[in-house]
């Protein structure tokens, strides 16, 4: 492949873009995990967490991809055939309930069409409908990256609490978290599954869970072999400011980084440079005459917006030019989305220059490509911006 000249764009709904403070940080001398400065780091990153998200249950780090976040939290908390409740929201729900159904579990898989939230009366009916309370959990993705669709959490845990059901609730956040308000204690989760590298600007590599007390006492008696996953050895072990393993320590140090970056800003202004940039590239799209994936305007996600393409056109032609011609990479479609869609991402360290940017090459490709569009969304989004201050 040709060398492309100056800096990249790297839009993908993640990895997002990484700040230079972080990669700094990260590139210092490791240290001994196993002596006093490790310790130090530890409690502050187990503290930030508490500051950032209000997370006042343990928050158990692993060296894992958002895919291992999502064997811990299924591992931990269940036994072998007992009933998981999971909705075909898109392609990371999907790959969930498999991990789900390879784990030995018996997942109910609601139908979805890929381009809509989970539906909260539907759960409340489920539930409702299971009056021997055989659904030991419901897994729910907040913000389903591959159709940038958000599911309203806090309506989820009141359809649960009007079935007056026991379930616990795990919620996928690897996409939404510090980047979409979200609230663990509020809306009584009792696993929140995130990753390293989406809203908390980290390389890939750290995936956690946030573990309720109820959770923590269905582990006691879950009987899928929980091994290297075990949370109460690690929540044991960071209580010392340790890990019962070699941990990622220079994640870690970009981990410290990254949640001074976010107290620094405050996550207010974090969600709500978000959902700016959310709108903005809505707008843009519009503007261009494309359609969203996310069929309700109330379920748009903020961190990436994922957009339909005319019939007979390639997705994936568009993303192949974009990055060819103007150096930025952009989300592929995935699934059955596969080359009906493209993505991108305005997640993590992102300011107004990087979005317009973002979205120039995003026209840019389009006019290449020959897909039949309108032009002149990036000058939307650019108002939508000086007005929106
Ligand atoms: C919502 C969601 N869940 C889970 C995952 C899986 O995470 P990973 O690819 O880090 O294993 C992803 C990855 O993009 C995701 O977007």
């Known amino acids: 492949m040709k060398k492309l000249t100056g800096h990249h764009f790297l839009q993908v709904p993640g990895p997002s873009n990484v700040p230079e403070t972080v990669l700094l940080a990260m590139a210092r001398a490791t240290i001994d ?24 249950d343990p928050v158990v780090m692993y060296p894992s991809s958002g895919t291992g976040a999502w064997v811990a939290a299924l591992i931990n908390c269940l036994s072998p055939g007992e009933k998981v409740l999971a909705f075909e929201t898109g392609q990371f729900a999907t790959l969930w309930k498999v991990i789900a159904l390879e784990l030995g579990l018996d997942v109910m898989f609601e139908q979805g069409d890929w381009r809509s939230a989970v539906d ?8 409702r409908e299971d009056t021997s309370a055989n659904i030991k959990a419901v897994c ?29 609730l795990l919620v996928d956040t690897v996409s939404s978290l510090a980047s979409l308000p979200y609230h663990h204690k509020e809306w009584g989760v009792d696993v929140t599954v995130g990753g390293s590298q989406k809203g908390l600007m980290l390389p890939p590599g750290l995936g956690l869970n946030v573990v309720s007390n109820k959770a923590r006492k269905a582990a006691k008696s879950a009987s899928l072999p929980k091994a290297y996953w075990n949370w109460e050895a690690i929540i044991d072990a960071n209580g010392n400011g340790f890990f019962p393993y070699t941990p990622p320590t220079n994640l870690l140090y970009g981990l410290a980084e990254a949640q001074k970056l976010l107290f620094d800003e405050g996550m207010t202004q974090v969600y709500a440079r978000h959902a700016r940039y959310g709108a903005a590239t809505r707008a843009a799209a519009q503007a261009w005459g494309l359609e969203t994936v996310c069929r309700q305007p109330e379920n748009h996600s903020n961190s990436l917006t994922a957009l339909l393409l005319p019939d007979g056109v390639d997705a994936d032609e568009v993303r192949r030019l974009a990055l060819e011609k103007f150096n930025i990479s952009l989300g592929t479609g995935l699934g059955k989305l596969s080359k009906k869609a493209f993505r991108i991402g305005h997640m993590g360290d992102f300011n107004d220059l990087m979005l317009t940017g973002t979205l120039t090459g995003v026209e ?20 939508y911006l000086q007005e929106n201050h």
């Open 364 to 383: 840019m490709a389009l006019n290449l490509s020959g897909v039949e569009f309108q032009k002149g969304g990036v000058a939307v989004a650019m108002n």
């Open 120 to 127: 909260p009366d539907r759960l409340e009916t489920i539930l």
């Open 33 to 56: 995990h196993r002596g006093p400065e490790f310790q130090v780091l530890t409690k502050a990153i187990l503290n930030g967490f508490e500051s950032l998200f209000d997370f006042q």
């Open 140 to 168: 729910i993705v907040h913000n389903e990256t591959s159709t940038a669709v958000t599911s309203d959490i806090g309506s989820i845990r009141q359809a649960m609490d009007a079935a007056n059901h026991p379930a616990l």
